[in-house]
């Protein structure tokens, strides 16, 4: 069984412009959450994707979208980038969605590290 | 508003001593609690989780917490810490009428001396 990977596992990028990270699931996961993660801080909640839909959204602007693919990947794309996007962004995968009212465990991959200068 | 607070930002701690890290949630019902683990250059790892029931829950690598209502806290502890157990520890939370969003406490960062 694979368990969730992400890629690139880092990336420099410039104020301004636009990134696209992503995320392949676990096997028999259909639910795909992202988090940012900015350094010395906990993981904060983005976006939630359930087969293929939005499920739920933190407290990101409009420039943060993510996709899910039928396999379950994901990606979540960051538009314009700022200096304080710079963080390390958290894949998780689960089974379940708005049914499992969040008793599912979710698993983490390793995270891609963006740098924004 | 609903909030996650671990109140050590650091500890140091022995190898063979005992260690407990505190979190304190603020919700408006019994949210589920979780406790992860961040080694250096890794996800998080689930260590253990509370949805109801026993108040004194087992996980992974020795790891127990509480659950303790009045007090709205769910304290990891481990008998005996091992060089291996430093790393970042973090409480999180979900509510029960949410679809799995995962609310993380700041983190407990754990030093392990000789």
């Known amino acids: 069984e694979t368990g969730v990977t992400q890629s690139p596992t880092h990336l420099i990028k410039t104020r301004g412009q636009q990134v696209t990270l992503r995320c392949s699931s676990q096997?028999?996961?259909?639910?795909v959450s992202w988090y940012q993660q900015a350094l010395g801080q906990g993981p904060q909640f983005i976006f939630q994707?359930?087969?293929?839909?939005?499920?739920g959204r933190g407290n990101f602007p409009p420039r943060f979208s993510g996709l899910q693919f039928p396999n379950y990947s994901s990606e979540l794309n960051v538009n314009a980038l700022e200096l304080d996007d710079s963080a390390l962004y958290l894949c998780?995968?689960?089974?379940?969605?708005?049914?499992?009212?969040?008793?599912?465990?979710?698993?983490f991959g390793p995270g891609t590290r963006l740098t924004v200068l | 508003a609903q909030s996650v607070t671990q109140p050590d930002i650091h500890i140091t701690v022995s190898e063979g001593a005992s260690l407990e890290l505190r979190c304190n949630y603020s919700?408006?019902?019994?949210?589920?609690l979780f406790w992860y683990v961040q080694s250096p250059g890794q996800g998080l790892q689930l260590l253990l989780k509370y949805f109801s029931g026993d108040t004194l829950v087992q996980g992974i690598k020795g790891f127990e917490a509480e659950f303790k209502r009045s007090q709205s806290s769910f304290n990891l502890r481990k008998p005996s810490v091992h060089w291996s157990d430093a790393a970042e520890y973090f409480c999180a939370v979900v509510s029960t009428d949410s679809w799995g969003k995962l609310q993380f406490g700041a983190g407990t960062q754990v030093v392990v001396t000789p």
């Open positions: 919700y408006g019902a019994t949210p589920y």
């Open positions: 998780a995968s689960s089974w379940g969605g708005t049914g499992a009212g969040g008793r599912n465990e979710q698993f």
């Open positions: 994707y359930y087969r293929e839909e939005e499920n």
């Open positions: 096997s028999g996961h259909n639910t």
